[in-house]
């Protein structure tokens, strides 16, 4: 009876769809798998040096920046927030989704641009000089240090925290917020006692994201000069040409990254914070005047303004000095390469999230619960450690690969993989298939199971029912996905550093070589590409938010 039972189960859940879930799964979670096997080996002199000096400033110059940024976008994100969720003023339709263009910038691009702008030979100490007659103390324009970066990473990384927090005030706590309207509450006691407690999940949501972010990063921390494990595991790897010390450092990221998993859960426990009942409303806003309006016209096109209109200000300055030299074949080379690669790991990372969002809404299970979370680990795990990983994988196919390669004449310890576009596309895939993932599972919750149930009744298969009824209803999900991981993809750095074939080059590889040999200038142009492909990716996404609520 059991082994039947067994049979009956196997043959249930044997089909192409689960199939190529499993496969997905599999290769998602077989590079961590390398990493963590990297502890169990022997340690050599260099991880004894490592450890003994280097390793503790590693993991407390990574928290300070984490817990620093956190604090900092908390404090932006939060308070942009409640303001556009719970007060109408003059320009408020225009700061809600400027307040996202800062995700248009990645923060390496901005690090090296504040910091040749507030350089002495910059363009904001020359107006100070020239222009007011002013000299100041130049370690006022310092930012090349951890309160520097964590300036410029808390500038803009903070959407993250403001639009889940906005998500939510906006929709889950109208009666929470009113009832203390009511009862005559000012709006200081209602922003600290009703809103913060009631986002607490929300605004942890977003903080998490944030930690992610800082922790993957590489070109700030570089160009800063600060210690952190991504910049560690780099020169470990380029440095020192130690791979194994390099998987070991990665290793130990991963531990503090899982540390910050569990830390969320225990903080939440079991609490929930949402209305006790599916019919809510929307919040109701507050028409601000005088004094009130000014002050968050102010705040918000401040917050606007060195987010994203300086910054892309000056980029576009130094592009008219430099555009000549840039503009040349090699520039056009790079383009090509940055929309090749991203188109077609768009292509493969968007096949595997839309099948395995679709066993996930048709099985309910243990199963898909867990095929959903390992999809979704890929985000968690920051560039360079994924990177090493994706390599440890690949090296290990070319050594079980040799006899095949000896036969075609290749050699016997050729690395064919290992030196390929495959390894590349297979690392953005892993990285940003919760991003297409996520969407699309979002899309399939909108439409819910009526139609498929309908269409597989009517003796459709699941195969025939996706292609006429599902695809149809989540192609707006489905161009969502394809947008945000484009976004993520074109001005991803660490994972493209370490893993490119040589004399493969992208926008954001050549923009950080550009900054890192101090011609910011000529840096610009690429760089100002890159943000134009992350607003235009940000407009679609708040268009289509904007069309799917209505």
Partial sequence: MIVSAWLRNLKKYSNGWNLLSVIGAFAALLPSLYIVTGLFHSPNENWQHIKDYLLLDYAM?????????????????????????????????????????????????????????????????????????????????????????????????????????????????????????????????????????????????????????????????????????????????????????????????????????????????????????????????????????????????????????????QLSVWATWTYKEVMSSQFWGLLFNTLFISLVSIVVLMLFAVIVANVCRYQRSAFTLILSKLISSGYAIPGAVLSIGVLAVFISLDNQLGGLYEKFGWGVNKLVLSMSLLMLIFAYVIRFLAVGFNSVEAGFEKIGNRYTEASRLLGLGLTKTFFKVDLPLIKGAVFTGCILAFMEIVKELPLTLLLRPFNFDTLATKAYQYASDEQIHQASIPSLFIIAVGMISVYFYYWLGERNSE
């Fill in 61 to 313: 110059q990574s928290l300070w920046l984490v817990l620093g940024t956190g604090i900092c976008t908390v404090l932006i994100g939060v308070t942009l927030a409640w303001l556009i969720a719970a007060y109408d003023f003059p320009l408020r339709r225009f700061f809600t989704w400027a307040f996202v263009l800062p995700l248009a910038v990645p923060p390496y691009i901005a690090a090296y641009t504040y910091a040749n702008m507030l350089g002495y030979t910059g363009s904001v100490q020359i107006f100070m000089r020239n222009v007011l007659g002013w000299n100041l103390n130049q370690a006022y324009f310092d930012i090349m240090s951890m309160k520097g970066a964590i300036v410029i990473f808390s500038l803009f990384l903070f959407p993250y925290v403001y639009l889940i927090t906005k998500m939510f005030l906006e929709r889950q706590s109208a009666s929470f917020i009113e009832n203390a309207r009511l009862l005559g509450k000012n709006p200081l006691y209602i922003f600290f006692r009703v809103v913060l407690p009631l986002s607490q999940a929300a605004i942890i949501g977003g903080v998490s994201l944030i930690a992610f972010e800082v922790l993957n990063d590489f070109g700030v921390t570089k160009y800063f000069g600060i210690q952190s494990f991504t910049t560690a595991i780099f020169q470990t790897w380029f440095g020192m040409y130690d791979v194994e010390s390099a998987i070991r450092l990665a290793a130990l990221l991963m531990s503090f990254i899982i540390g910050l998993f569990i830390i969320e859960r225990v903080l939440r426990k079991r609490r929930r914070y949402h209305a006790s009942t599916s019919r809510t409303r929307p919040l109701s806003r507050r028409r601000l005047h005088g004094m009130p309006a000014l002050i968050a016209v102010i705040l918000s096109g401040l917050i606007v303004s060195f987010s994203f209109l300086v910054p892309v200000l």
